[in-house]
């Protein structure tokens, strides 16, 4: 098969995805396209809209489009395809998925330089590609990274409201906000999206099964691309973190344990949980001031806090996690140095975070679930699904 050939058979899939889009787009969009850089990688979990955003940008720009996994360009340089792809007039080219091309920032390096006047876009679905490709490209392209869906993007997806965002939970007009819910069932809302609705194929059905599989492909597809050195008994490792974590009402590990259990050190221990969390499996959260390059961190948390349903874990983890996961896109969140005082701190903001009659402790503020309305210094955790 030719370059001809094969460029003619990705303009007809790409057709094919164009009429597959959904009708419906994340609200988050809005936020990608005040940017319009020459070079933009794009960057986030697995499943948060990052295809379909790139699709829109194809069709609304005239851009070529290009899935890195797919197996009709593994025999054609990326260069090459690239050079043909401006030849034939397209204005830019979008390259989805770009981790599993060969020697790919070089490619992408030669193009930009060689064509001044064409957009180049890539994607992944971690952010550990900055590190392993991007530094060629530092300079040239700019990084953009996609979140999770929100709470608010949920309300919107599924019932057709646009809510208002919040700059913070703790500080916001809560009578203007109030005002635009009142009419949600909002802490049956909640629960729905909490189980079931962090990623926008929600709307698709097997919610469960997709995320399962995203479990599974993130372990087993991509870590090992960003890795040095992997063994079958490193990826059941993380498995068996992922799964401690979900059940355990401490949301730590024991390093000595495990790393007795598994037999490797505690430094290959410490490389897979930065890998994890690089990968947006995990979050781990330090407290403040602790610079160690080693660290489990104080606590760890699923980054996608749909999982502690979708495998009836933990849901006090649930909580935090939902709580780290919301915070963390506005700021910086450090585990409390006394517990007896709060859970977190963000931005300076002491937080105790539980159920509906959590006491406050010595915080400023205590999170808490089940509760229909903010009230003084009681949050709502639902609202903290309104910052983006």
């Given amino acids: 098969m030719d370059l001809n050939e094969i460029i003619e058979r990705m303009e007809l899939k790409k057709a094919r995805l164009l009429n597959a889009l959904p009708a419906k787009k ?17 960057y986030g979990p697995r499943g948060v809209g990052k295809t379909t955003y790139l699709l829109m940008k194809a069709k609304e720009n005239n851009y070529f489009y290009i899935s890195g996994d797919d197996p009709l360009i593994s025999t054609f340089p990326l260069y090459e395809i690239g050079e ?45 590609i900055l590190r392993t490709g991007i530094s060629d490209l530092s300079r040239r392209f700019i990084k953009i990274r996609m979140p999770l869906l929100s709470f608010r993007e949920y309300i919107y997806l599924s019932k057709n409201i646009e809510v208002q965002t919040i700059n913070s939970p703790f500080n916001f007009d809560k ?33 469960s099964e997709k995320m399962e599989n995203i479990l599974e492909k993130t372990l087993y597809s991509d870590i090992p691309f960003f890795l040095n050195s992997i063994k079958e008994n490193h990826l059941k490792l993380m498995k068996a ?6 059940y355990s009402r401490i949301p730590t590990i024991n390093v000595e344990r495990m790393c007795k259990e598994w037999g490797l050190s505690k430094n290959k221990l410490y490389e897979l949980l930065k890998v994890m969390e690089e990968a947006e499996l995990i979050n781990i959260i330090l407290k403040e001031k602790d610079f160690s390059i080693n660290s489990k961190g104080e606590k760890i948390f699923l980054a996608d806090p749909a999982y502690y349903y979708i495998y009836n ?26 517990e007896k005082e709060g859970d977190f701190i963000w931005n300076d903001i002491k937080i105790e975070v539980g159920g509906k009659n959590k006491k406050i402790k010595k915080s400023d503020f205590v999170i808490r679930d089940d509760i229909d309305m903010p009230l003084k210094n009681k949050v709502p955790l639902w609202l903290l699904g309104f910052l983006w």
Avoid: C
């Avoid at 994340?26 to 319009?36: A, E, Q, T």
């Avoid at 109030?178 to 097997?206: H, V, W």
């Fill in 26 to 42: 994340r609200l988050y969009f809005k936020n990608i396209d005040k940017y319009d850089n020459r070079g933009i990688l794009l």
């Fill in 84 to 128: 043909k792809v401006f030849l034939e007039g397209y204005d830019g080219i979008i390259i989805d998925e770009v981790h599993y091309l060969n020697k790919w920032s070089i490619h992408i390096k030669a193009l930009y330089d060689s064509y001044p006047d064409k957009k180049i876009w890539i994607s992944d679905s971690s952010s550990i």
């Fill in 175 to 207: 009578e203007k906000f109030m005002s635009q819910i009142k009419n949600i069932d909002i802490l049956k809302l909640f629960k729905e999206y909490a189980s079931a609705g962090t990623r926008p194929f929600f709307l698709e059905g097997n919610f």
């Fill in 241 to 246: 973190v992922i799964g401690y974590l979900i």
């Fill in 313 to 338: 874990g933990e849901i006090e983890n649930f909580r935090e996690a939902f709580t780290v996961f919301t915070l963390k896109e506005k700021g910086k969140i450090f585990a409390s140095k006394n």
